[in-house]
């Protein structure tokens, strides 16, 4: 056995951790949870980063859970969102955006098809709230305040529950399957509900506000937008909702052969592709140009595929009835978006002025919401119920939420309402049940930017391709149009994640520091102050940006 090595002449202790470094930095390092991009975008603020952790390391129940803190619908919104997470996505600024979309929906349909039930609350409260309306936000406020033991009623004035999910979008795009299987489960949790039930008037909400400790208003936008152009006394013009209904019972109306569909929007592709479904020759008469209508580009794309024509950036002017069908007198314009959304100008473009013919006519060009049963109760506004950004409204003890109070009329942003709103519900009632109804505000922290991950750990890797149901299968069948990733597939695509502000806890930060300054400490990492000489090694060797420098003024 060898002797032990002496002991260097300048050192007088035998250890290195008498020799306290930490006194030359001017910056320390420490080790933090950030948010990432695509939390910041996301409607219901929801932790993809951690999700998708969990389902690389396999554990996809953990994912469903995490998933379901805010959403309790990630198959359905795994189908049918907007995704503004994946244009924030950081990889975006690196080769292509995580498919985050697909990732949801992969996780949500595991999680149907294994049967797993959301938890009863550990504790029933006292406390009622009467929530209106059973769409996507009405049921994102009950599933959250029934999870915290509140007992919740439901009033719907349709047959079922789902809203604009279940009579708004066509099956092609959300299977009814799925959409009864995740609203089902929710319901589950001991949510009480009354179908056929409507708030229509203010005496209706007096006796709401009476019967219960909190009440949450979100019962959708049903008014149909009208062009002043047309006379909807016709037969021939028919609202885009009322086709779509009548579309997601089986029994879309005859409106001929030739059809012209108006609007730019997701609702107007809808309808569009479900004529197609029905048989009609189909026509789209956008304002907005192509590259600029709200409608998901997806959905352009798709409708093209299944011939459907589109004349974008195009106004119509009139209408002439005769005995062989309609002719629509048009002309190409130039569409200027204003600064609010739903403001805008067009202006004629001189010399382009075309026909359309058609048989029928059917216009999708947004809806309000009807404030009738509100009337001297609730403080509105023109087209919208004004609340604060929890929901709250002017009146004590009601809150509000979807498109009820806002346009923005995508169904992640009514989740994310409703959750906000039975968030501040908890917090009134545990206020007015002498608890503590506060809770601290999170301490502001900043975004985790591309240049923050290390991207020597992370190879250029193609996004998973979109995949879609032939054309022929789609119009012959009417099934699901895109089609889901298979296991390994979505484990491919989280491993492309670079799980920005969230630590994979690879322990790279301990093994680069060259002072032995950070160590394991429960869930993370500590700096020791007394060694970080703040050379920023752990930094720059993080591969998610869970390390930063922090400068010290002393």
Request: glycine share 10%; hydrophobic share 40%.
């Amino acid at each position: 056995m060898n002797a032990p090595l002496p002991i260097p002449p300048t050192w007088t202790t035998g250890s290195t951790a008498a020799i306290k470094t930490g006194t030359w930095r001017a910056a320390l390092a420490k080790h933090v949870q950030a948010p990432s991009p695509c939390h910041v975008a996301c409607p219901v603020h929801g932790d993809i980063a951690e999700w998708i952790g969990q389902a690389r390391a396999r554990d996809f129940h953990a994912a469903w859970q995490t998933l379901s803190r805010h959403n309790p619908f990630p198959a359905v919104i795994g189908r049918i969102c907007h995704h503004p997470c994946e244009s924030a996505c950081n990889r975006a600024g690196y080769d292509e955006p995580l498919s985050i979309c697909k990732l949801e929906r992969c996780v949500g349909d595991m999680a149907l098809e294994r049967g797993w039930a959301h938890a009863a609350a550990a504790t029933a409260r006292a406390e009622c709230v009467a929530v209106v309306g059973g769409g996507p936000s009405g049921l994102s406020a009950a599933y959250q305040l029934r999870r915290r033991g509140f007992a919740v009623t439901l009033f719907e004035a349709q047959p079922e529950l789902g809203g604009l999910m279940r009579y708004g979008i066509p099956a092609y795009r959300l299977s009814r399957t799925v959409l009864d299987a995740e609203i089902a489960r929710v319901v589950a949790l001991g949510i009480d509900v009354r179908c056929g039930q409507a708030m229509d008037s203010p005496e209706a909400l007096a006796e709401l506000r009476a019967a219960f400790d909190a009440v949450y208003l979100a019962y959708g936008a049903r008014r149909q937008k009208r062009l002043p152009q047309l006379d909807y006394s016709r037969p021939w013009v028919v609202d885009g909702a009322d086709y779509l209904a009548c579309a997601s019972r089986g029994a879309p109306p005859a409106l001929g052969t030739r059809l012209v569909v108006i609007g730019g929007g997701s609702a107007a592709l809808d309808v569009a592709r479900s004529a197609r479904r029905a048989g009609h020759e189909v026509t789209i008469l956008a304002l907005e140009a192509e590259a600029d209508m709200p409608a998901q580009r997806e959905e352009v794309i798709e409708a093209r595929e299944e011939g459907i024509v589109l004349a974008d950036a195009a106004l119509l002017r009139g209408v002439n009835e005769s005995a062989t069908g309609l002719r629509l007198d048009c002309v190409h314009v130039r569409f200027e978006a204003g600064a609010r959304k739903g403001q805008f100008s067009v202006t004629p473009l001189d010399g382009t002025a075309f026909t359309l013919d058609a048989d029928a006519i059917v216009t999708a060009i947004g809806q309000d919401p009807d404030l009738s049963p509100l009337a001297g109760a609730v403080d509105c506004t023109d087209t919208l119920l004004r609340t604060d950004v929890a929901g709250r409204t002017s009146a004590a003890g009601v809150w509000a939420g979807g498109d009820l109070t806002s346009t923005a009329r995508f169904v992640s942003e009514a989740i994310g309402m409703g959750e906000r709103a039975a968030l501040a519900i908890e917090r009134e009632l545990n206020a007015r049940a002498g608890a503590d109804g506060s809770a601290a505000l999170p301490e502001p922290r900043a975004l985790v930017e591309l240049a923050a991950i290390n991207l020597h750990y992370h190879p250029t890797q193609p996004r998973a391709a979109d995949q879609r149901l032939a054309v022929a299968q789609r119009l012959a069948h009417g099934g699901e149009v895109q089609l889901g990733l298979a296991i390994e597939q979505a484990l491919a695509e989280a491993a492309r994640c670079f799980s920005c502000g969230t630590c994979t806890h690879c322990d790279n930060c301990v093994t680069y520091c060259p002072d032995l300054a950070v160590q394991p400490a429960g869930d993370g990492y500590t700096v020791l102050t007394d060694y970080c000489k703040g050379c920023g090694v752990c930094v720059k060797e993080c591969p998610t940006g869970s390390m930063t420098m922090l400068e010290e003024l002393r």
